[in-house]
């Protein structure tokens, strides 16, 4: 820390510098974890510095991605919980990269807040080292912008931003998607963090104990459950693309089967969905009971149980299942492509 790097100034209006130096000194232990081959620099300076390995690929093809944890922020604020959110952060850009093939090498992070707290802030950013962790990605640099009277003292928002390679030959398109391939499951942790601003307004959080025993969850509360993070799929993926022909994947985030699906399906095609088969965790079923929301809306809004979906051959979903199922992940069987205009039946 610069002993002569101090403003009473700008202390007086609501900047503590003083107090982001000790932020980053705290978080240092965490960011150590994420530490890969390829990172040249430390933190703290003007850029993150990573050398990009591409032996074994012939035409290397950066894959970037970013995004924030969006209004599952007010649950942290609520229950003053700030080591999770991170891990939604890194999975919101990490899951959406892999959906191309491409293997995440670095990660950084922005929080800006009304006031820094340096013990909060370390634990924000405690959170992404264990996202980066979980996918295999450093953490080389990052942001912390106290903003007072922009928002309040004790609130936050966070995003991030990640960037994968992957060989050009291996990009994952749809052309060789067809008629009688299987779409499988990977299950969710829960609501992920998309669609809380309904959530929040169906159980009303702000006003309601979110902290109670709750039997439909299991004996979990309300916010123990809506703030569970959301699931990396980066290494399981990886090892299934190592080993099998995939057609497509899709990351299930806000707009949920509807909207997400059809991405990564071709024109002339459709998924058809079989509602029986898909395992719906029981927040989902508290919420649509709770809000009385339809289940076509419940499906346009939510992942239900399924944060990622992949398209492979009929002849390869055996093989695909026991590679997924071997790296961690209770995958399954949801539904068929089908010739169709109709690019999600549910039924």
Known sequence: ??????????????????????????????????????????????????????????????????????????????????DTVGIDCVAMCVNDIICVGAKPLFFLDYIACGKNVPEKIAQIVKGVAEGCVQSGAALIGGETAEMPGFYPVDEYDLAGYSTGVVDKSKIIDNKTMKAGDVVIALPSSGVHSNGFSLVRKVFDVENSDITSPVAELGGKSIGETLLTPTKIYVKPVLALLEEVKVKGISHITGGGFYENIPRSIPDGLGARISRDAVRVLPIFDLIAKT??????????????GVGMSIVVAAEDAGKALEILRAHGEDAYLIGEIVESEEKVTIC
Request: charged residues 20%; hydrophobic residues 40%.
């Open 1 to 82: 820390m610069n002993n002569k790097s101090k403003s009473d100034s700008y202390a007086a209006a609501g900047v503590d510098i003083t107090a982001g130096y000790r932020a980053v000194e705290l978080m240092k232990e965490h960011i150590a974890k994420t530490m890969t081959s390829g990172v040249c620099s430390d933190v703290g300076g003007f850029g993150g510095l990573f050398e990009l390995d591409i032996t074994g690929m012939i035409r290397p093809v950066l894959v970037s991605g970013t995004d924030g944890v969006g209004t599952k922020l007010k649950l942290a604020f609520l229950l003053d919980k700030h």
């Open 291 to 304: 809000g009385n929301i339809s289940e076509h809306d419940m499906f346009n809004t939510f992942n239900m």
